[in-house]
């Protein structure tokens, strides 16, 4: 990437370049070639420019929406990079991102994101990958004026100082938020200031001059190189179009616009070459020209790129791995150990930081303390405070630090304290964790393992206590597990952890301390995979986490009774275990009772009794029957909470109504 001291005629043709490009694009939506919106970045030119020609090989970069330039900047091609921005074919992701979320890894460009201030946890866990592994490279990211306000900057910026993470925060300051001037969103227009509050350097420079960016970018790298980092860049610049394509401005004085050409770095640099005699107007026209020759054999080639095949829009969501319940169930799998689910977890934990490098443990107080339920107690100890450690109270940097970590070669496992936490930085799981794979065509992928814990307990309050699986299980591209028993928190704990995609580990709470036999020298699991408990021909219930030992003292108390009832705990509801659902309907002669502790309404148990009709409807002797929490908030007190959640009793009632039909009307669970 780096150039020796790029002189301002090439850093002018560089610029040149986006800006011809920048004005095909618009040409190309305005005639209806590409569909959708696009953020132009004509007049920003220079910062990319500047900042990719001060980088060294090792580095990455990340940037906005408004991204050609980075990527451009970075080396992608430019008729894959019109190709995907026109989405076809033969665009450098296939035309699944467009413009707005481009990727390109293997020019060091990770990519676009199109939720404001998002990409900088991740470049944040890039910084963390890169610190881990040695490569001395830098994680740079671009972000807007406007995303100085999002919380997600500021916990990435929190997050990277208290580790002195190698990263360089970007703020393209073209004084707008979209459509609103930057400077009424912000109290002082000092966006650098902020850094004083994080205790981190910070440097601004006239974001239209190639060279003032260039100058500032090798200074902050070589800040964030040498561990002083990270790094917050402020370029002031002009945004000289709309705020996206079809963007007519109304909003706008005509006086800013003017302001805005006087400005823009193409008409600076030219006027500068002149007057200093570096190069005269001929030559620079022919530099023009040559660009524009460029563009217009690109253009002709992506007008030919065919469509995406269909076929292709259902590849690359997840790895496509063969569930296995080996552990507990293989002839190899040695002698038990009895632990407590907590300590199977531990212990879990313990086996992947000792066999995989890449792996790194943390979260708040993961570290010191060893969380506040114990599991990761002593492995800070044991591995050492570069592996298993603290963080500030940032879900979003934890999660997004986590995907960018993945991305760039670690296996990172966060700890998030409690499922209700993960309400406040759903984006880092949903947008980015989940979509990597898919936008990159696995030329990216997240193996990172979330574990959280759920579930109601005495005492917790409505914020401590839900059920969220559902939730979570509704995203393509997770991978969601429930262990229910040591045995399967141990090794669904090392399935998460090897596989290739990211994974959500729920773990119940009111389990952590029920003991198990559990199979620490068996055969390595692949994520996936349901367990039957217990076969039984009158009924079967299809469950997962605590719920599935609520289902266990059913199936016990109608057994004495001469009902069998079979029980099959899923554990993963991603991927799903048809095969062991099949086997439910066949073994129950198709009376099935679905139940879980998390409320009814879209519950995870909709989507079984859905699937079972459909796949399933002639075998089913009775409508499926689903147990759960009625649609109630949970409340804290014991007696409150009786009333609330669903029991044991409450799966015997469903099972006897199924099998031996309704008696007198139930009461509420
Ligand atoms: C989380 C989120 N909120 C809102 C938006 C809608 N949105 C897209 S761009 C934008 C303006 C961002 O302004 P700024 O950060 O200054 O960047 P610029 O567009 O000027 O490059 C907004 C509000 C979004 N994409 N993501």
Request: glycine residues 8%; hydrophobic residues 45%.
């Amino acid at each position: 990437m780096r150039s020796p001291e790029p002189s301002l005629t090439e850093l002018y043709r560089r610029m040149a370049l986006i800006r011809r490009f920048e004005e095909r694009a618009l040409e190309l939506s305005r005639d209806d070639f590409m569909p959708g919106s696009i953020h132009l970045c004509a007049g920003q030119e220079a910062i990319p420019v500047g900042v990719v020609s001060a980088l060294e090989p090792a580095d990455r970069v990340l940037s906005t929406y408004r991204g050609h330039g980075w990527a451009l900047s970075c080396g992608v091609p430019i008729i894959e990079l019109l190709g995907e921005v026109c989405q076809r074919a033969g665009g450098v992701n296939g035309g699944r991102n467009g413009s707005a979320l481009l990727t390109a890894p293997s020019y060091g460009f990770l990519g676009e994101n199109s939720i404001v201030g998002a990409g900088v946890p991740i470049a944040a866990g890039v910084a963390l990958a890169a610190r881990a592994r040695g490569t001395d490279g830098v994680a740079v990211v671009s972000i807007g004026d406007g995303a100085m306000n999002q919380g997600s900057v500021h916990e990435a910026l929190v997050f990277a100082a208290v580790n002195d993470l190698p990263l360089v925060v970007v703020c393209e300051n073209n004084g707008w938020a979209e459509m609103t001037p930057a400077a009424s969103m912000t109290r002082g227009d000092q966006l650098l200031d902020r850094a004083n509050g994080y205790h981190i350097a910070a440097r601004s420079a006239d974001g239209c001059d190639p060279l003032a960016v260039r100058e500032a970018a090798l200074w902050a790298l070589t800040e964030a190189r040498a561990s002083r980092g990270p790094v917050l860049l402020e370029f002031a610049t002009v945004r000289l179009w709309g705020h996206y394509n079809n963007d007519i401005e109304r909003y706008r004085s005509p006086d800013d616009r003017e302001a805005a050409a006087a400005r823009e770095p193409l008409v600076v640099a030219r006027r500068r070459l002149i007057e200093s005699g570096a190069a005269v107007a001929a030559q620079l026209d022919q530099i023009d020209l040559e660009i524009r020759n460029v563009i217009d054999q690109a253009t002709v080639a992506v007008r030919a790129m065919p469509e995406p095949d269909p076929a292709d829009a259902a590849t690359h969501v997840t790895s496509v791995t063969k569930s296995t319940v080996a552990a507990a169930d293989s002839p190899d799998r040695g002698a038990p150990t009895h632990l407590t689910y907590q300590r199977a977890i531990n212990h879990a934990l313990e086996a992947e930081l000792s066999e995989r490098a890449e792996v790194l443990l943390y979260g708040e107080d993961v570290g010191t303390a060893g969380g506040i339920f114990g599991v990761s107690r002593s492995l800070q100890r044991k591995f050492g405070r570069d592996r298993v450690f603290d963080t500030p109270i940032t879900e979003s940097a934890i999660l997004g630090s986590a995907v960018g970590a993945a991305i760039a070669g670690m296996r990172p496992i966060v700890e998030i304290m409690w499922a209700d936490f993960l309400l406040v930085a759903l984006d880092q799981l949903i947008n980015q964790a989940a979509n990597i794979r898919y936008v990159s065509r696995s030329e990216l992928t997240a193996p990172m393992t979330v574990r959280v814990q759920q579930g109601a307990t005495p005492g917790s309050c409505a914020q401590h206590s839900q059920s969220l699986e559902a939730l979570l299980a509704h995203i393509p591209g997770l991978k969601v597990g429930l262990p229910a028993t040591a045995a399967d928190a141990y090794a669904m704990t090392r399935a998460a952890i090897g596989d290739p995609d990211p994974c959500v580990l729920i773990e119940a709470r009111e389990l952590y301390q029920i003991p198990g036999d559990v199979y620490l020298n068996g055969p390595a699991e692949a994520v996936g995979g349901a367990r039957v408990h217990r076969r039984g021909s009158a009924a079967c219930v299809i469950t997962w986490g605590p719920m599935l030992h609520r289902a266990l003292t059913a199936a016990e108390s109608l057994a004495a009774d001469g009902i069998d009832v079979g029980v099959v705990d899923l554990r993963w509801l991603r991927p799903l275990d048809n095969a062991a659902i099949a086997d439910a309907v066949a073994m129950s002669g198709g009376r099935l009772v679905v139940a879980h502790d998390s409320n009814l309404t879209g519950g995870f148990g909709a989507e079984i009794a859905a699937q079972l009709q459909e796949h399933h409807f002639s075998s089913l002797a009775a409508p499926v029957r689903r147990v759960g929490a009625p649609d109630i908030r949970v409340p804290a007190a014991p007696s409150l909470q009786h009333a609330v959640l669903p029991s044991a009793d409450s799966v015997e009632l469903a099972c006897r109504e199924l099998v031996l039909g309704p008696g007198p009307a139930p009461a509420i669970p």
